[in-house]
């Protein structure tokens, strides 16, 4: 699990993101998304969560599991901004 408080924790990892080939797509369930690794084939889910007005964000891959700030939950955390902006729109 890991802490979402500054703008420039990702940014390493939307690096990585930027130069995988992932696939980001939401799942049935409101803040959770599957990301998939078009270059191994391997997906992995993340979650974004409040807790106490902090955000946090968790991926299943073994990066996310030794709280690091994962190109997965990078690029899932981008496509979450742009759904949340919307939902505040609509
Ligand atoms: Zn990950």
Same mark, same amino acid.
Not at 28 to 45: A, P
């Given at each position: 699990?890991?802490? #979402?408080? $500054?703008?420039?924790? !990702?940014?390493?990892?939307?690096?990585?993101?930027?130069? $995988?080939? #992932?696939?980001?797509?939401?799942? $049935?369930?409101?803040?959770?998304?599957?990301?998939?690794?078009?270059?191994?084939?391997?997906?992995? #889910?993340?979650?974004?969560?409040?807790?106490?007005?902090?955000?946090?964000?968790?991926?299943?891959?073994?990066?996310?599991?030794?709280?690091?700030?994962?190109?997965? #939950?990078?690029?899932?955390?981008? !496509?979450?901004?742009?759904?949340?902006?919307?939902?505040?729109?609509?």
């Amino acid at each position: 699990m890991i802490k #979402l408080d $500054s703008p420039d924790q !990702l940014a390493n990892a939307t690096k990585h993101a930027q130069e $995988s080939n #992932l696939f980001v797509q939401p799942t $049935s369930m409101f803040r959770q998304y599957r990301v998939t690794d078009r270059d191994n084939g391997h997906g992995y #889910l993340v979650d974004f969560f409040v807790r106490n007005g902090k955000r946090f964000g968790h991926c299943t891959c073994k990066a996310g599991q030794h709280n690091m700030a994962c190109k997965h #939950l990078s690029a899932a955390a981008a !496509l979450h901004a742009c759904r949340a902006a919307e939902r505040q729109a609509a």
